[in-house]
């Protein structure tokens, strides 16, 4: 019998974070379902993204392990979900723990490491590629940025 | 007999364009062969990427379109790859167009349309991501840029 391992994200410019905590959760069953935040509903948790809906599904959809991609509309359809789809394990990241516990009534729910750093790496990466060469280009987007601000202020 | 399609590229911050290159590429045949530019062929172009070389590997091999991801490490290696993998279809997005006409004595030669407007498609959801709510981060995003620009000036 298959065993069912579902999570929620939003998946915003799909990096190597991602895919290290989607294959960990694959790896805890057989069968793995993701549900992938719509805009509209972070858009109800004053979150937005850089990368839309319907793309950012299309990548999660496409990444081997994943076997399911459902678009999450709300914080009520897990349980919901859980029974539909005969979910074993709910897991998430660590930076929920403890949030979820209140399915423990109806699967197992866990909660794995993240890949530490992964967002200050690229940063850090980010800052290297700035030397002389990217100087005038830098400048430029400065310009613009600036531009966007006085629009505000 | 199954028929090869062979493309390169360095995929940085995978997003929705590669993803659909890649998809369009496997329809043409069977099993789809990738190589993914190293960090050091791409300097050696004065290219830098914001996620390392092995990141960018490990997600191209694990989208689902995708049979084998292999390093590009040099220019040269194309007729080699293309001669070790059998491959029947060359394939690039057309900003190459013509570029590797030269490999038509050894293979079918194909240049794909890009998807259309990616880049700035994101450009203009981050740029209205920029609300009154973000301006303090934006500001604080500013002075790190303005300090760096300094140390260059």
């Known amino acids: 019998m298959n065993k069912v391992v579902l999570t929620y ?3 915003d410019l799909f990096h190597i974070g991602h ?3 989607l294959q960990r959760l694959k790896d805890l069953g057989d069968y793995l379902l993701v549900g992938v935040s ?3 509903f972070n858009a109800s948790k004053g979150k937005q993204t850089v990368v839309r809906f319907e793309d950012r599904l299309r ?14 509309t709300h914080w009520e359809q897990k349980r919901g979900d859980i029974e539909k789809h005969d979910v074993s394990i709910f ?6 723990s403890g949030k979820f516990d209140a399915l423990r009534d109806c699967c197992e729910v866990v909660y794995l490491p ?3 750093d992964v967002s200050s790496t690229s940063m850090k990466k980010l800052l290297s590629v700035l030397d002389k060469t990217h100087i005038d280009e830098l400048k430029q987007a400065l310009g613009i940025l600036s531009t966007i601000i006085d629009r505000f202020d």
């Open 9 to 11: 994200g939003t998946f």
């Open 19 to 21: 895919l290290n905590l």
């Open 38 to 40: 719509t805009d509209e």
């Open 59 to 72: 990548i999660v959809q496409n990444i081997k392990c994943v076997d399911l991609a459902i678009p999450e």
């Open 91 to 96: 897991g998430m990241g660590n930076d929920w």
């Open 114 to 116: 993240r890949t530490d």
